[in-house]
């Protein structure tokens, strides 16, 4: 099956300087990939998503990277604000008719005033 | 911006009650799921609901676990016989499931407290 990991649990970083949050995943037959960032008390918030067959995209301040040799992606995020402080997920999905998400343990990103 | 709704937001029951959470997912879609969080874990997948029935369903979803959509609109997990650990925050989710590459849309949450 598919584990998803994160290399760090928190991640504290200053207002204006980027962010960077890295994922893992094991199952070289997932084929989408999906970053959610998830405030107190809400549910996943889609930020950015990637198919398998692209290694970088781009969307408004966010860009995703997606490295398959070493099966890893990685979640940028330009002059990080305050709104920005979340705890951010990605998630993985294994090709198949149901398409269920297969999440990391998530990253809590602090941005410091 | 259609949502995905859920109800209620915060349910408290005892041991070995049965409760029923609802979510009203985006209309038009047509592929519902449910994913539990427990408190300072993983999202973790539970069943996902195509064309009335489940088309998969993960090692947590037992026999204590069942799915409905009894309406157009509503799409219930229904937990027969409450257990401590099933305390968690449960997430409905749906996609339009036109095509593969399409995100899903989470609910709010149901946050289930077991006494």
């Known amino acids: 099956g598919e584990s998803v990991g994160l290399h760090l649990p928190t991640l504290s970083v200053q207002e204006g300087d980027n962010s960077i949050i890295n994922c893992a995943y094991s199952?070289?037959?997932?084929?989408?990939f999906i970053w959610y960032k998830q405030e107190s008390g809400k549910g996943p918030q889609f930020i950015i998503d990637?198919?398998?067959?692209?290694d970088k995209r781009q969307g408004q301040r966010v860009t995703v990277l997606l490295n398959k040799t070493v099966k890893h992606l990685s979640l940028q995020i330009a002059a990080t604000q305050p709104g920005d402080s979340a705890v951010y997920f990605c998630a993985a999905i294994s090709s198949g008719s149901a398409r269920q998400l297969t999440f990391g343990s998530g990253t809590q990103l602090t941005v410091l005033p | 911006e259609p949502e995905v709704t859920q109800t209620p937001s915060h349910q408290v029951t005892q041991m070995g009650q049965e409760v029923i959470l609802r979510c009203v997912p985006i209309s038009n879609h047509l592929y519902f799921y449910w994913y539990r969080q427990i408190l300072g874990q993983k999202v973790e997948f539970l069943v996902s609901f195509y064309n009335n029935e489940i088309s998969e369903k993960s090692e947590i979803f037992d026999d204590q676990f069942s799915v409905e959509r009894p309406d157009g609109s509503n799409f219930t997990l229904k937990i027969r016989s409450t257990k401590l650990e099933d305390s968690a925050m449960y997430f409905c989710?749906?996609?339009?499931?036109?095509?593969?590459?399409?995100?899903?849309?989470f609910g709010p949450g149901t946050r289930l407290t077991v006494l």
């Open positions: 989710a749906s996609r339009p499931g036109l095509g593969l590459y399409n995100e899903q849309f």
């Open positions: 990637i198919r398998s067959n692209m």
């Open positions: 199952n070289s037959a997932s084929d989408y």
